[in-house]
């Protein structure tokens, strides 16, 4: 009976079959029924393999490295150690190149808009690649390793996703905010959604401009869409807006849309940043209110 190959030996033979492997897995992420094809998929994940295959080697390497030396425990306190195999375990060092490379390319295929099911096949048709090609003896190994590999490449891909998310609804925010004049010297901001301290900052950004450019003595805040008047990031952007050195004592915050316990927080807040600021009902009331420090009304029509 034939010797399995050291983890050493299955290593070089990663490092020297790269294209035969590559290969092997393309057919097999092709042909994989976990995925839907796609047009350019293939093309799109194929250059992941090579930093894979180098992670997975390094792994090997070092795995045999650390367990090479390890001393025989002796007495009840002390087990023997691990083999090489054992080594390969979820967060051991010598995993840390291959965990790093299997979020980045959970990471990427999620924004090339790929799906889970595509980072599943991916992994898995290395793996049998893998088996078919070099490491024939290693089936158990190649299990429990993949089965780590995918949950780690899936987290990742999860969590861009997500954070792509996030982009796209901070850049919605911040595109579709409105920022008016909803009359000579009246500028106003309705809030909407849950901004974060950045979105805000690039709204209000937008506020000071006609602030600045109307000379005006107030500026109309409707809070009536947000989502939470008092979430920390709305806090922190109602802060920097309100020291802004051309709102602080010099432009007054019309509050709209607030509850007593919001109101009160928003007016210690911009009193301890050097805003003044009123509270008003509805947002026609702010309006008129504004209008009056500009020296003018509102009449209606007859």
Do not use: C, Y
């Amino acid at each position: 009976m034939s010797q399995a190959p050291s983890l050493q030996q299955l290593a070089r033979r990663v490092r020297e079959n790269e294209r035969e492997i590559t290969a092997a897995w393309r057919a097999a992420f092709e042909r994989s029924p976990m995925r839907a094809p796609r047009a350019g998929a293939v093309d799109t994940v194929a250059p992941l393999i090579s930093s894979m295959l180098d992670g997975l080697a390094l792994a090997l390497l070092g795995s045999s490295d650390a367990t090479a030396d390890a001393p025989v425990g002796h007495g009840p306190d002390r087990a023997a150690p691990a083999g090489a195999a054992d080594a390969l375990v979820p967060g051991a060092p010598a995993l840390r190149e291959l965990e790093k490379n299997t979020g980045f390319a959970g990471a990427t295929m999620a924004a090339a808009g790929l799906s889970g099911f595509d980072v599943a096949a991916f992994l898995l048709a290395l793996r049998d690649a893998l088996r078919e090609r070099v490491a024939s003896d290693h089936g158990a190994l190649l299990q429990r390793l993949f089965e780590w590999l995918s949950a780690l490449a899936l987290d990742a891909f999860a969590t861009a996703r997500v954070m792509t998310a996030h982009e796209r609804m901070r850049a919605e925010l911040e595109r579709g905010t409105p920022v008016v004049l909803v009359a000579p010297r009246v500028p106003a901001v309705l809030l909407v959604g849950a901004p974060d301290r950045h979105t805000l900052d690039v709204i209000f950004d937008r506020a000071v401009v006609l602030v600045v450019t109307q000379s005006a003595p107030a500026i109309v805040v409707d809070a009536t869409g947000l989502a939470d008047p008092l979430a920390p990031g709305v806090l922190d952007g109602m802060r920097r807006f309100a020291g802004h050195e051309h709102i602080a004592g010099r432009a007054e915050i019309l509050a709209v849309g607030l509850a007593d316990d919001h109101a009160a927080a928003w007016a210690r807040l911009l009193r301890e940043s050097g805003a003044t600021m009123r509270r008003e009902e509805r947002f026609r009331d702010a309006v008129d209110t504004a209008l009056a420090r500009t020296g003018s009304t509102l009449v209606p029509r007859s």
